[in-house]
Each structure stands twice: as structure tokens, then as C-alpha cells.
């Protein structure tokens, strides 16, 4: 299965995905290429392994990646950490082979304006006592798609924002490989 990531921060979970790749935990799975909408420190990762890699601008990105997408035989997008919205024509092309990860226990906490931070605000402000991350499906609608896998941890009483960053990013990197893998079986059969 050849997959292309979309990239707008660190790239901690395109390294999950890469780590998750070579030692063989993503058995059948090849990072085709990776597609950022600002200059970030995933480019550099991607780079690192020799992933083709572009930097395409955040107004015309969704045709950008279209063109580029054009002929590759990618069987799954993941949105990694990408923070820009995609046109709908997009979203339809790519519809049930396009993945996000989002850093809360969607349906709760999602929609637009709710990414990083914002969430894990909303998160200790609504007093939650269990928070955590989901992979679901890309739709037209902001965190709206099907739910593949969803992780969860515990909201202690003292926890701040960086405790938050913390637990969700590493439940993020545990079901990013679950889903992927999910996927990668399902598309083989």
C-alpha cells in the first residue's frame, strides 16, 4: 500500500509512520511521498529518509496536490499533523482514502478551530476526565468522517496543556500505526 502524508508541524507522526515502516511494524506499506503547506521541521524527516517531498503553497494546495497526486497509484493519504483545509472537490476525489488524526475523543472537541492547543483548552476548561486521540476518515465537513480507532488516557486533576500535548501525542503515535495497519489489511484482500 503507497501512501502519501500531509505535514504542517514537527512530524513526530510522520516519523511514527516512518519508524513504524522500517522496522517492520507497517509490513506492505511505502511512504510514496509527503506534501507540506508551510516550511516545518517534518520536511527536513522526510528528507532524512529520501521521501519525495514538497512544499506547495497553503492558497492552492488542494489543486497543487491533485497535480502532484496525478499517476502515483496512492492507495491512502494521511493528514499528519496538516492543518490546512482542503477543497471540497478534493475531498470527494479522495473519499474513504483519506485519514486524519485528531487530538481528542471526537465526536467531542472537534470542528473547525479546534486543533492542538485549542483543544486541549477546551479539554481542561469542560473539566473532562478522559481525553485522547482519533484517526478517522477525511469528509467535506472539519472532523466529521468515520471513526477508525481512537485512543484514551486519563485527565488528571493537576494536568496543564504541555501534560495534555504529552499524553495525546503519544496515544497519537500508538493508533496512527493501528489504523494504518487496519487499512493496509483491509486494502490487500
Same mark, same amino acid.
Given at each position: 500500500?503507497?501512501?502519501? @502524508?500531509? #505535514?504542517? +508541524? +514537527?512530524?513526530?507522526?510522520?516519523?511514527?509512520?516512518?519508524?513504524?515502516?522500517?522496522?517492520?511494524?507497517?509490513?506492505? @506499506?511505502?511512504?510514496?511521498?509527503?506534501?507540506?503547506?508551510?516550511?516545518?521541521?517534518?520536511?527536513?524527516?522526510?528528507?532524512?529518509?529520501?521521501?519525495?517531498?514538497?512544499?506547495?503553497?497553503?492558497?492552492?494546495?488542494?489543486?497543487?496536490?491533485?497535480?502532484?497526486?496525478? +499517476?502515483?497509484?496512492?492507495?491512502?493519504?494521511?493528514?499528519?499533523?496538516?492543518?490546512?483545509?482542503?477543497?471540497?472537490?478534493?475531498?470527494?476525489?479522495?473519499?474513504?482514502?483519506?485519514?486524519?488524526?485528531?487530538?481528542?475523543?471526537?465526536?467531542?472537541?472537534? +470542528?473547525?478551530?479546534?486543533?492542538?492547543?485549542?483543544?486541549?483548552?477546551?479539554?481542561?476548561?469542560?473539566?473532562?476526565? @478522559?481525553?485522547?486521540?482519533?484517526?478517522?476518515? #477525511?469528509?467535506?465537513?472539519?472532523?466529521?468522517?468515520?471513526?477508525?480507532?481512537?485512543?484514551?488516557?486519563? #485527565?488528571?486533576?493537576?494536568?496543564?496543556?504541555?501534560?495534555?500535548?504529552?499524553? @495525546?501525542?503519544?496515544?497519537?503515535?500508538?493508533?496512527?500505526?493501528?489504523?494504518?495497519?487496519?487499512?493496509?489489511?483491509?486494502?490487500?484482500?
Amino acid at each position: 500500500m503507497k501512501i502519501a @502524508v500531509f #505535514v504542517s +508541524g +514537527g512530524g513526530t507522526n510522520l516519523q511514527t509512520l516512518i519508524d513504524a515502516v522500517e522496522d517492520g511494524r507497517l509490513p506492505n @506499506v511505502e511512504i510514496s511521498m509527503v506534501m507540506a503547506d508551510r516550511d516545518c521541521f517534518a520536511i527536513e524527516r522526510a528528507l532524512d529518509h529520501e521521501i519525495r517531498t514538497y512544499l506547495l503553497d497553503r492558497k492552492t494546495f488542494s489543486e497543487d496536490a491533485l497535480h502532484n497526486l496525478e +499517476g502515483e497509484e496512492i492507495d491512502l493519504i494521511v493528514l499528519a499533523g496538516f492543518l490546512s483545509i482542503l477543497s471540497k472537490d478534493f475531498t470527494e476525489i479522495w473519499k474513504n482514502k483519506m485519514i486524519n488524526i485528531h487530538p481528542s475523543l471526537l465526536p467531542k472537541f472537534g +470542528g473547525k478551530g479546534m486543533y492542538g492547543a485549542y483543544v486541549h483548552k477546551a479539554v481542561l476548561e469542560a473539566k473532562e476526565k @478522559v481525553s485522547g486521540a482519533t484517526v478517522h476518515y #477525511v469528509t467535506a465537513e472539519v472532523d466529521e468522517g468515520a471513526i477508525i480507532c481512537q485512543g484514551e488516557f486519563q #485527565v488528571d486533576e493537576n494536568d496543564q496543556l504541555e501534560d495534555l500535548q504529552r499524553k @495525546v501525542s503519544e496515544v497519537e503515535q500508538r493508533i496512527l500505526v493501528e489504523a494504518v495497519k487496519k487499512i493496509s489489511a483491509q486494502s490487500s484482500h
